[in-house]
């Protein structure tokens, strides 16, 4: 689903990067919905967990991926990024973790970083989540589309998020937000929701989306169909009002409403 969200009118991408790696399952799924000539200059992505980041290059190898054609690493993202060289990325698919603690304002360093600058504030040391959202719009090509697992507290939490989103709204870098269903990630039941951002676009208006019924439902866990994919898809490319479904919010509207992202405040 997030490539396809990403990759909406292409057939070809410049670059893949997950900043939040883990076995490189999205990065491989990239590949498999793009096909070997879709990605022209290969896969980044970096990962923390050393034994994680080693499964990932394993499973670049099982799959194919010549050693020429991704560039994975085993660092920090957020304090100690490794691809200032190849950023950047014309398509940037992410599941972060969520809600994990990072340095934040205890590094004095951060806040001038290009990375997070821009915002004039940075995540909450206790809520690193909206620091990997900077992180990946930093480094997100003019001409692409960075899809992101967001955890829902930071589309309505105040303080320090709350200025993060209103900078991303001020500037139209969200194209959408989808609300997920929940019980579709092993380990977390909460309903997570995905965070789409481009810099290229051609209103200036957010698109909220609630796909929180679009599963089937699979013993204990929901599932996304092919179909449940197509439809979000399909929605999101159409990108008009669907009833009880789909809401074209205008700037003025998200303002009004003090930059608060969550799907059911619009939907």
């Known amino acids: ?13 410049n670059k893949v990067y997950d900043p ?3 076995s490189g399952s999205l990065l491989l799924k990239s590949l498999k919905i ?11 992505g970096q990962e923390i967990n050393i034994t994680t980041y080693n499964l990932c290059r394993i499973n670049m190898f099982l799959h194919d991926v010549g050693f020429d054609k991704f ?20 398509l940037i698919v992410s599941n972060p973790p969520y809600s994990i603690k990072w340095a934040g304002s205890d590094d004095a360093t951060l806040i001038n970083d290009p990375r997070f600058a821009p915002a004039g504030v940075l995540a909450p040391k206790s809520k690193a989540d909206l620091a990997f959202i900077m992180h990946s719009l930093s480094w997100l090509a003019s001409n692409g589309t960075a899809a992101i697992v967001c955890f829902p507290g930071i589309m309505y939490r105040g303080g320090a998020e709350k200025k993060i989103r209103q900078y991303l709204v001020d500037n139209n870098f969200i194209d959408c937000i989808i609300q997920l269903p929940s019980n579709l990630f092993f380990g977390t ?4 929701c995905i965070m789409v951002m481009k810099k290229n676009k051609t209103d200036n208006c957010t698109l909220f989306v609630d796909a929180s019924n679009e599963c089937v439902k699979v013993t204990n ?15 999101f490319t159409k990108r008009e009002e669907v009833e009880h479904i789909a809401h074209l ?7 009004e409403n003090d930059f608060n992202l969550s799907v059911s405040t619009y939907v």
């Not at 689903?1 to 991408?13: P, Q, Y």
């Not at 793009?34 to 980044?44: C, D, I, P, S, W």
């Not at 039941?189 to 997570?192: E, G, K, L, N, R």
């Open 20 to 22: 939040a790696c883990g």
């Open 249 to 255: 919010a205008s700037y003025d509207e998200v303002k």
């Open 34 to 44: 793009l096909g070997k000539e879709g990605v022209r200059n290969g896969f980044y």
């Open 189 to 192: 039941s909460i309903a997570t």
């Open 221 to 235: 866990n929901n599932k996304l169909t092919p179909e449940n994919i197509d439809r979000i898809v399909d929605i």
């Open 1 to 13: 689903l997030l490539t396809r969200l990403g990759t909406v009118g292409k057939t070809e991408v």
């Open 71 to 90: 560039d994975v690493a085993c660092e920090d993202t957020l304090t100690s990024p490794q691809h200032w060289d190849d950023e950047p990325f014309e």
